[in-house]
């Protein structure tokens, strides 16, 4: 086998590890452990703790009475739920209207520096034992507290996310898809869960103990990851909990989907330098395992995998070989005419369909790329474009 042909192969080994692989490897071992191993029951406490809601917000103020009100539906004791709004660097009506309901505490400071920074101010203030982290545009379902409270019974957990779901109905063409990509990577961090630990959370719903609150560098993109993976790099687990959700709408189409792609790959590519000591197969096994083959890749080495496989592919059309490497070609050369076609169809205003799917798997891989020189003009900054949705 020929150098290139090695090349070829490995890459296209890694394209379909990342993406069906180890997926397919995660639940056959969730199946083994859990077979050899069955989960522990760790006892609740005789009092529930006190929790504090903490919603970060800017220039929300259309949304402010729908999640005040959601707010109100979430069961948990009475008094021993706090809610807290850090609104830092709103422009707009946000604070004032915050300070018409009783009980809500609102930090709120003139200057923007970015979701990051508000964050930390915001845990200066706050004391409860456990702290949980959501978004103004999103919805929990009622239980979602007392859900993600019942997971801090075991001491190992040091972290708890919450499942995202996307309202895919509100969607147009391919943005629509990414309610299916969700529903995927849920199933992922349930089965990374149930190994071992889940990796990463989503900032939409997420809770950590307040003791294990790290103060971040201000120009961090994902604070709910960054945060996240300190906490299981100190050896506590993430755990996930797909009883406690928040529902968000989609992007309104899919260049505002690609604001978010962009800073999500350039955080990603942030967050693999700046938490590279979980590289170290020797000291973090498991999560190494499950932090590479989740997240790693899909940031770093396989979109690149993927962009040579064509021409490594014609390279090979000349190899021991040709008939064999022609037919791949012709594979590769339909799904991204597939692609091509989802991509027209989102153009002319058509909603969704199969054709979606290869469009928007390209459309992600394409914003690693430019995830890169999104982080490379915003270094030193944490504050970003919002993406406007359905």
Known sequence: MTAIAIIFWTCAALVVYT????????????KLREALCPAAKHPAPAEAPEVTLLIAAYNEQEIVAEKMANCRTLAYPEGRLHIAWV??????RTPSLLAEYPGVTVLHDARRGGKTAALNRALEYIHTPIVIFTDANTMLNPEAVTEIVRCFNDPKVGCVAGEKRVAAAAASGAAATEGAYWKYESKLKDWDYRLYSAVG????LFAVRRSLWRTMPEDTLLDDFVCSMLIAADGYKIAYCKEAYALETPSADMGEEGKRKRRIAAGGLQSV????????????????????SHR????????????????????????????LYAVLLALQAAFYLTAFAGWLRERRGHRGGMLSVPYYFLFMNLNVFRGAGYLATHRGRGAWEKARRA
Do not use: C, M
Request: hydrophobic fraction near 50%; charge should be positive; aromatic fraction near 14%.
């Open 273 to 292: 330098w700046r938490l590279r000591k979980l590289l170290n197969p020797f000291r973090y096994g498991v999560l190494w395992f499950q932090y590479v």
């Open 19 to 30: 993406y069906v692989g180890y997926g397919v490897l995660l639940a056959g071992l969730v």
């Open 296 to 323: 790693v890749l899909r940031w770093t080495i396989t979109p690149v995998a993927l962009a040579a496989l064509i021409p490594l592919n014609i390279a090979l059309l000349w190899s021991g070989h040709p008939t």
């Open 87 to 92: 609104t830092d660097g709103s422009t707009d």
């Open 201 to 204: 959370a989503a900032g939409e």
